[in-house]
Protein backbone atom coordinates (compact mmCIF):
# COMPACT_ATOMS: atom_id res chain seq x y z
CA UNK A 1 0.00 0.00 0.00
CA UNK A 2 1.34 3.15 -0.73
CA UNK A 3 1.46 6.16 1.67
CA UNK A 4 0.33 8.51 -0.89
CA UNK A 5 -1.09 8.21 -4.52
CA UNK A 6 -1.33 11.42 -7.25
CA UNK A 7 -3.41 11.07 -10.14
CA UNK A 8 -2.09 13.29 -12.91
CA UNK A 9 0.86 13.67 -14.86
CA UNK A 10 1.20 17.47 -15.92
CA UNK A 11 3.00 20.05 -14.19
CA UNK A 12 0.68 20.43 -11.19
CA UNK A 13 0.91 16.52 -10.45
CA UNK A 14 4.58 16.10 -11.09
CA UNK A 15 5.57 19.08 -8.72
CA UNK A 16 3.32 17.68 -6.24
CA UNK A 17 4.86 14.40 -6.01
CA UNK A 18 8.19 16.15 -6.43
CA UNK A 19 7.52 18.32 -3.18
CA UNK A 20 6.30 15.44 -1.23
CA UNK A 21 8.90 13.48 -1.75
CA UNK A 22 11.36 15.83 -0.85
CA UNK A 23 9.33 16.95 2.20
CA UNK A 24 8.26 12.78 3.85
CA UNK A 25 11.38 10.92 1.89
CA UNK A 26 10.61 7.88 3.94
CA UNK A 27 7.12 8.00 2.69
CA UNK A 28 5.42 5.66 -0.38
CA UNK A 29 4.59 7.72 -3.38
CA UNK A 30 3.32 7.02 -6.51
CA UNK A 31 1.82 9.02 -9.44
CA UNK A 32 -0.42 7.61 -12.05
CA UNK A 33 -0.83 8.96 -15.14
CA UNK A 34 -3.37 8.13 -18.37
CA UNK A 35 -1.09 8.78 -21.36
CA UNK A 36 2.10 7.45 -22.60
CA UNK A 37 3.76 10.76 -22.28
CA UNK A 38 4.40 13.69 -19.53
CA UNK A 39 2.74 17.17 -19.28
CA UNK A 40 0.48 15.46 -22.56
CA UNK A 41 -2.40 18.18 -21.94
CA UNK A 42 -2.62 21.76 -21.00
CA UNK A 43 0.78 21.91 -19.43
CA UNK A 44 2.63 20.74 -23.01
CA UNK A 45 0.29 23.20 -24.54
CA UNK A 46 -0.24 26.42 -23.08
CA UNK A 47 1.84 29.62 -24.08
CA UNK A 48 4.74 29.11 -21.66
CA UNK A 49 4.60 32.39 -19.80
CA UNK A 50 6.36 33.31 -16.62
CA UNK A 51 3.66 35.13 -15.24
CA UNK A 52 4.42 38.57 -13.37
CA UNK A 53 1.27 38.53 -11.39
CA UNK A 54 0.79 42.28 -12.52
CA UNK A 55 -3.11 41.51 -12.78
CA UNK A 56 -4.19 40.00 -9.40
CA UNK A 57 -5.85 42.09 -6.28
CA UNK A 58 -3.25 42.96 -4.28
CA UNK A 59 -2.63 41.19 -1.44
CA UNK A 60 -4.76 38.31 -2.52
CA UNK A 61 -3.34 34.77 -2.36
CA UNK A 62 -3.11 34.98 -6.13
CA UNK A 63 -1.20 37.62 -6.02
CA UNK A 64 1.60 36.29 -3.48
CA UNK A 65 1.61 33.15 -5.34
CA UNK A 66 2.07 34.34 -8.89
CA UNK A 67 5.05 36.76 -7.64
CA UNK A 68 6.72 33.98 -5.92
CA UNK A 69 5.92 31.27 -8.27
CA UNK A 70 8.29 33.77 -11.36
CA UNK A 71 10.83 33.42 -8.49
CA UNK A 72 10.97 29.80 -7.85
CA UNK A 73 10.74 28.87 -11.38
CA UNK A 74 13.53 31.29 -12.56
CA UNK A 75 15.55 29.97 -10.02
CA UNK A 76 14.79 26.43 -10.58
CA UNK A 77 15.37 26.67 -14.14
CA UNK A 78 18.71 27.96 -13.48
CA UNK A 79 19.65 25.27 -10.98
CA UNK A 80 18.71 22.64 -13.70
CA UNK A 81 20.15 24.11 -16.81
CA UNK A 82 16.85 24.64 -18.34
CA UNK A 83 16.29 27.37 -21.26
CA UNK A 84 13.90 30.25 -19.64
CA UNK A 85 14.01 33.93 -20.76
CA UNK A 86 13.12 37.00 -18.75
CA UNK A 87 11.95 38.48 -22.12
CA UNK A 88 9.41 40.82 -20.43
CA UNK A 89 6.11 42.32 -21.70
CA UNK A 90 4.12 45.05 -22.99
CA UNK A 91 0.88 46.37 -22.02
CA UNK A 92 -0.90 49.07 -24.13
CA UNK A 93 -3.40 51.70 -24.11
CA UNK A 94 -4.90 52.31 -27.83
CA UNK A 95 -7.60 54.40 -27.07
CA UNK A 96 -8.02 57.31 -24.52
CA UNK A 97 -10.72 55.39 -22.45
CA UNK A 98 -7.94 53.34 -21.93
CA UNK A 99 -5.45 55.29 -19.95
CA UNK A 100 -6.89 55.53 -16.91
CA UNK A 101 -7.38 51.44 -16.92
CA UNK A 102 -3.59 51.57 -17.62
CA UNK A 103 -2.60 54.01 -14.29
CA UNK A 104 -5.14 51.43 -12.27
CA UNK A 105 -2.71 48.41 -13.67
CA UNK A 106 0.89 50.36 -13.01
CA UNK A 107 -0.90 51.11 -9.24
CA UNK A 108 -1.78 47.89 -8.82
CA UNK A 109 1.63 46.25 -10.19
CA UNK A 110 3.62 48.55 -7.83
CA UNK A 111 1.44 47.61 -5.11
CA UNK A 112 2.36 43.65 -5.77
CA UNK A 113 6.28 44.86 -5.74
CA UNK A 114 6.67 43.94 -9.28
CA UNK A 115 9.20 46.08 -11.40
CA UNK A 116 7.40 48.33 -13.63
CA UNK A 117 7.83 51.29 -15.59
CA UNK A 118 5.74 53.42 -17.25
CA UNK A 119 6.55 53.79 -20.92
CA UNK A 120 5.72 56.84 -23.35
CA UNK A 121 4.49 55.57 -27.33
CA UNK A 122 7.90 56.41 -28.65
CA UNK A 123 8.95 54.36 -25.59
CA UNK A 124 7.07 51.43 -26.78
CA UNK A 125 7.97 51.89 -30.22
CA UNK A 126 11.47 50.83 -29.06
CA UNK A 127 10.69 47.26 -27.91
CA UNK A 128 7.97 46.33 -30.35
CA UNK A 129 7.70 48.64 -33.23
CA UNK A 130 4.91 46.80 -34.98
CA UNK A 131 2.78 48.16 -31.78
CA UNK A 132 0.74 51.48 -32.34
CA UNK A 133 -0.51 52.92 -29.04
CA UNK A 134 -0.85 55.93 -26.43
CA UNK A 135 1.43 55.02 -23.95
CA UNK A 136 2.16 51.60 -22.27
CA UNK A 137 3.61 49.53 -19.12
CA UNK A 138 6.59 47.79 -19.39
CA UNK A 139 6.69 44.73 -17.16
CA UNK A 140 9.95 43.30 -16.39
CA UNK A 141 9.99 40.01 -14.84
CA UNK A 142 7.71 38.10 -16.90
CA UNK A 143 9.29 35.29 -18.93
CA UNK A 144 9.00 32.29 -20.95
CA UNK A 145 9.93 28.92 -20.86
CA UNK A 146 8.95 25.40 -21.90
CA UNK A 147 7.46 24.10 -19.31
CA UNK A 148 7.11 20.35 -20.57
CA UNK A 149 11.15 20.26 -19.99
CA UNK A 150 10.45 21.45 -16.52
CA UNK A 151 7.99 19.10 -16.10
CA UNK A 152 10.94 16.49 -17.27
CA UNK A 153 13.64 17.39 -14.71
CA UNK A 154 10.65 17.12 -12.34
CA UNK A 155 10.54 13.51 -13.35
CA UNK A 156 13.97 12.98 -13.14
CA UNK A 157 14.10 14.88 -9.74
CA UNK A 158 10.84 12.86 -8.42
CA UNK A 159 12.08 9.42 -9.51
CA UNK A 160 15.28 9.77 -7.88
CA UNK A 161 13.85 10.30 -4.57
CA UNK A 162 11.33 7.14 -4.27
CA UNK A 163 8.66 8.27 -6.65
CA UNK A 164 6.80 5.46 -8.40
CA UNK A 165 5.86 7.32 -11.94
CA UNK A 166 3.31 5.01 -13.86
CA UNK A 167 2.26 6.16 -17.21
CA UNK A 168 -0.63 4.45 -19.22
CA UNK A 169 -2.67 4.25 -16.07
CA UNK A 170 -5.80 5.66 -16.93
CA UNK A 171 -7.80 5.51 -13.35
CA UNK A 172 -11.51 4.45 -13.98
CA UNK A 173 -13.19 4.29 -10.44
CA UNK A 174 -12.13 5.12 -6.98
CA UNK A 175 -13.40 3.04 -3.78
CA UNK A 176 -12.94 4.13 -0.15
CA UNK A 177 -11.75 1.62 2.17
CA UNK A 178 -11.32 1.77 6.01
CA UNK A 179 -7.84 3.01 5.93
CA UNK A 180 -7.68 4.95 2.40
CA UNK A 181 -8.82 4.41 -1.03
CA UNK A 182 -8.63 1.51 -3.83
CA UNK A 183 -7.62 3.32 -7.60
CA UNK A 184 -8.60 1.00 -10.49
CA UNK A 185 -7.10 1.24 -13.45
CA UNK A 186 -7.64 0.38 -17.08
CA UNK A 187 -4.48 -2.21 -16.43
CA UNK A 188 -4.32 -2.89 -12.73
CA UNK A 189 -5.80 -1.69 -8.68
CA UNK A 190 -3.59 0.47 -6.22
CA UNK A 191 -3.98 0.80 -2.76
CA UNK A 192 -3.08 3.98 -1.07
CA UNK A 193 -3.79 5.95 2.74
CA UNK A 194 -4.21 9.05 0.68
CA UNK A 195 -5.23 10.33 -2.69
CA UNK A 196 -4.29 13.69 -4.05
CA UNK A 197 -6.31 14.33 -7.42
CA UNK A 198 -4.24 16.89 -10.01
CA UNK A 199 -6.10 15.23 -13.34
CA UNK A 200 -6.75 18.76 -14.81
CA UNK A 201 -9.58 18.53 -17.24
CA UNK A 202 -9.51 14.34 -16.77
CA UNK A 203 -10.80 14.48 -13.24
CA UNK A 204 -13.21 12.31 -12.62
CA UNK A 205 -16.37 13.67 -10.69
Same mark, same amino acid.
Given at each position: ?23 ? =? !????? &? ?7 ? %?? /???? #? ?48 ? =? !????? &? ?7 ? %?? /???? #? ?88
Amino acid at each position: MYNYIIIGGGIVGLSTAMALSQRF =P !HAKIA &LLEKEASWA %AH /QTGH #NSGVIHSGIYYKPGSFKAKLCHQGNRSMVDFCQQHQIDYRICGKVIVATE =P !HELPL &LDNLYERGL %AN /QIEI #NKLTQEQVKEIEPHVSCLAGIWVRSTGIVDYKQVCLKYVEIARSQGVDLYKNAWVKDLEAIADGYVIKTDKEEYQTEFLINCGGLYTIA
